[in-house]
């Protein structure tokens, strides 16, 4: 393809991703409008906000997926380490092998053996392994997910037979294996059980000192614990575009959050 | 669950809450009545059919004389049929599984959706044709047509096995037949996959597609492993109406008795049983009836078989 995306991670600057004056469309309706801001590298940043004020949407504007709904479309530029993501000419599938997600619902291929379940990204950019470089990125990928024990005897058996947590965490496997430079998470605990939750939440913290993280959660507790940054969504009613409202790092977000609706949302979150 | 609802809610809704309860008890006992019902007489059909064939057929299976083509056993006569009847459906299949595939795919996932809802009652109304109308176009227009192309095929390739020997004049061989059988079977299998690859769950296709997959990797990584099952009933279904197909084959094919053969070009081919009881039926009588009623016995256990071969393959691998 005419791109030069697909280049190795050379430096953390190469993970930074900026996102200025994007809006965001299914069909004629505005999901998201005139969204600008900057995603720190190996950070964790913190997505918040009412329910349908296009969380989701921002987040699957980065890795493109968003396009792949039918009629939708995104307007503005967003850019990974200076290079174009929305760029006509750049290849979708070159960006999402370098843009890595989560969702919500543990979505493991699950006919699939849990070993193949981690090499599949590796495998669909076609690169060639080794049986031993596959075992070790495997071994890896899997330990980074915090899964490789609870696995190790059972690599053989298919991704589905894992409990909701251990899935989840397999899917976290599956997208770090590419070592990719950005980690999307869309409420990757929401599906979830306390522990499991807690586990995914200590996985995060980890993952910040390699990845890019953007992290949606309904969680305010969870935003406080693993985000070094958040940014407040808002929607003023149906029909209305979802607006960025306030980003800055979390703490200063949540002890003296400067609009007065963060400041409401927040409040009423916890009141 | 609204039952429940109404019971816990003390209120002048009690009394139609419980009248509800007891219209929802009726039927609840009445459908499952129904539906013990309904397995019952499916068994009991599926029973007195294997019952009938084999009582009809007993004295045939012992019989050394009065056999259709003055066979010597039954089993003489039996075995080439269905060789026959396996061999048909088997080229058939090896035609009607990648293009009905293909044809569900193309459907579910590469159409626009108005071209997929025309093309999809298309194949639908071609399941529906009866089956003479495929035989009489097999007779008079694919078989002349094909003709020609089987001599090159022969000419060409024919030390591939299958394409050796002198190839048939009027078209009218085994491959023909198995063509219009998979004519036949096509729509069946592309329409139980369609439905099934459009019902590959989003999360799956998006696991794909967030990976970095092609839309074609999608299909290998989603698509393909969710609908297996589909396609492997699909298969099933296409061959219980091969095996079993009459009058297309009866018609198409120009059929040597008792021939064992794999050349699928040559004038003289095996018969199918199906055809060949109902060639038969007419003319019979006596002996001969129990032979074809024993042979019926025979085509109903290689469907079993089938069938049971399928299930085993087809049962999905364990799941969370
Ligand atoms: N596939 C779609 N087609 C049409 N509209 C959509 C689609 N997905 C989302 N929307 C709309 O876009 C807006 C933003 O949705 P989005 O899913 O981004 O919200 P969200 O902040 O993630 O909400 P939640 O917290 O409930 O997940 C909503 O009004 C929603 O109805
Ligand atoms: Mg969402």
Redesign the interface.
């Known amino acids: 393809m005419t791109t030069t995306i697909i280049s190795e991670r050379t430096s953390i600057a190469a993970q930074r991703i900026e996102i200025a004056d994007v809006s965001a469309y299914y069909g004629s309706f505005t999901a998201l409008s005139g969204v600008s801001m900057t995603i720190e590298p190996r950070a964790v940043t913190a997505f918040i906000g009412p329910s349908g004020c296009g969380k989701s949407t921002m987040l699957r504007a980065i890795?493109r997926?968003h396009e792949?709904i039918p009629g939708a479309r995104v307007e503005g530029s967003i850019t990974l380490g200076g290079e174009s993501v929305l760029d006509r000419r750049v290849d979708p599938?070159?960006v999402?092998?370098r843009v890595?997600?989560v969702?919500q619902?543990p979505?493991?291929?699950?006919?699939?053996s849990i070993r193949d379940n981690v090499l599949?990204?590796v495998r669909?950019?076609g690169r060639r392994l080794s049986r031993s470089d596959a075992d070790d990125l495997v071994e890896m990928s899997l330990r980074a997910a915090n899964l490789w024990e609870p696995v190790k005897a059972i690599l053989s058996k298919?991704g589905?037979?894992?409990?909701?947590g251990q899935?989840q965490r397999l899917?976290i496997a599956?997208?770090i294996a590419?070592k990719p430079d950005v980690l999307l998470m869309d409420e990757p605990c929401s599906a979830l059980d306390p522990i499991s939750t807690a586990a995914i939440e200590e996985l995060i913290a980890n993952l910040r000192r390699d990845y890019t993280v953007v992290i949606v959660t309904h969680n305010m507790g969870q935003a406080q614990r693993v985000s070094d940054a958040t940014a407040f969504f808002t929607v003023d009613g149906a029909g209305q575009p979802g607006r960025l409202v306030e980003y800055r790092d979390t703490t200063t977000m949540f002890s003296r959050p400067v609009d007065p609706r963060t400041a409401d949302y927040l409040a009423g979150r916890f009141g | 669950m609204t039952i429940a609802f109404s019971d816990m809610t003390a209120s002048p809704t009690r009394t139609l809450g419980s009248s509800g309860r007891r219209v929802s008890r009726f039927f609840e006992t009445g459908s499952r009545g129904v539906a013990v019902a309904a397995g019952g007489v499916v068994i009991l059909a599926l029973g007195g059919v294997t019952v009938f064939l084999t009582v009809q057929g007993w004295p045939a299976w012992t019989a050394a004389s009065g056999l259709p083509q003055n066979a010597s056993s039954l089993w003489a006569l039996a075995g080439p049929l269905a060789f026959g009847s396996v061999w048909a459906s088997a080229i058939a299949l090896v035609l009607t599984a990648p293009i009905s595939v293909g044809v569900a795919l193309f459907l579910s996932e590469y159409a626009p959706r108005r071209v997929a809802r025309v093309l999809g009652s298309v194949v639908d109304v071609l399941a529906a044709v009866p089956s003479v109308v495929f035989g009489l176009w097999g007779l008079m227009v694919l078989a002349p047509m094909l003709a020609g192309p089987y001599a090159w095929l022969s000419a060409k390739m024919g030390w591939f096995p299958l394409f050796s020997g002198q190839s048939s004049a009027t078209g009218r061989t085994i491959l023909t037949a198995a063509i219009v059988l998979s004519i036949m079977m096509t729509p069946i299998m592309a329409s139980v996959c369609r439905e099934a690859f459009t019902q590959t769950?989003q999360?799956?296709r998006?696991?794909?597609?967030?990976?970095?997959?092609?839309p074609w990797?999608v299909i290998r990584?989603?698509v393909l492993?969710y609908g297996?099952s589909a396609m492997i009933s699909g298969c099933m279904l296409a061959l219980g109406r091969a095996l079993g197909e009459t009058m297309a084959v009866a018609m198409v094919l120009s059929a040597t008795p008792g021939l064992v053969s794999l050349q699928v070009l040559t004038s003289s081919n095996p018969n199918t049983t199906a055809a060949f009881i109902a060639q038969n039926f007419p003319e019979a009588h006596g002996m001969q009836v129990s032979a074809l009623i024993a042979l019926g016995l025979v085509l109903f256990a290689i469907t079993f078989v089938v069938n049971a071969v399928a299930r085993r393959v087809a049962r999905?691998?364990?799941?969370?």
């Open positions: 890795n997926m792949t599938v070159a999402r092998s890595g997600m969702f619902r979505n493991p291929f699950p006919t699939m599949v990204g669909l950019q298919p589905g037979s894992l409990s909701g899935q899917c599956r997208a590419v | 769950p999360a799956l998006e696991a794909a597609i967030a990976l970095g997959s092609t990797e990584l989603a492993p297996r999905p691998r364990k799941e969370a």
